[in-house]
């Protein structure tokens, strides 16, 4: 309910070149935040009984910054990507996958979660192009001074 820009992601959409509008119109729905104005971003899709899963493709030159929430669907990134902040992958089998092309990255935290037991959340990427998730307090302190709301607190982290 506080999302900044909301995606549907019912059915299979793609978009490209995510965040190139934020220059000309930081508010426009294809700008999904920069440093100095970071977003929420809230894409979901909801599955019936032998329906594909929700997808949305993301293509070419395409960055953000804030939080990104991925809800009961899946998010495929092809080409270059750069996120700041935080990516939240929730839901029945909601999925977050990077398929090359480009430097993909996310700078702050990722965190994949599923809450039933009979789905599949997943993250993947390829180990042949350049994806990267890097932990980055700073990344995360600067959406969250950004927002004004106390979205994030950092208690620790293990990185494998």
């Known amino acids: 309910s506080s999302a900044d820009v909301v995606v549907d992601a019912t ?39 032998g329906s594909p899963r929700p997808t949305l493709g993301v293509s070419g030159q395409s960055s953000g910054a804030g939080i990104l929430v991925v809800e009961s669907a899946a998010l495929e990134i092809d080409g270059s990507f750069r996120w700041n902040g935080l990516v939240v992958v929730t839901g029945r089998d909601a999925a977050l996958r990077y398929r090359g092309g480009g430097m993909q990255a996310v700078y702050g935290g990722v965190i994949v979660d599923e809450p039933t037991a009979n789905g599949t959340t997943s993250l993947a990427g390829s180990l042949r192009d350049r994806t990267h998730v890097l932990y980055s307090k700073e990344s995360l302190d600067l959406v969250q001074q950004a927002l004004k709301r106390r979205f994030v607190v950092t208690y620790g982290w293990n990185d494998r």
Do not use: L
């Open 11 to 49: 059915g299979a959409r793609s978009i490209s070149s995510v965040g190139s509008a934020c220059a000309a119109d930081s508010a426009s729905s294809a700008c999904w935040g920069t440093i100095d104005r970071p977003k929420i971003v809230y894409v979901g899709g909801s599955t019936s009984p």
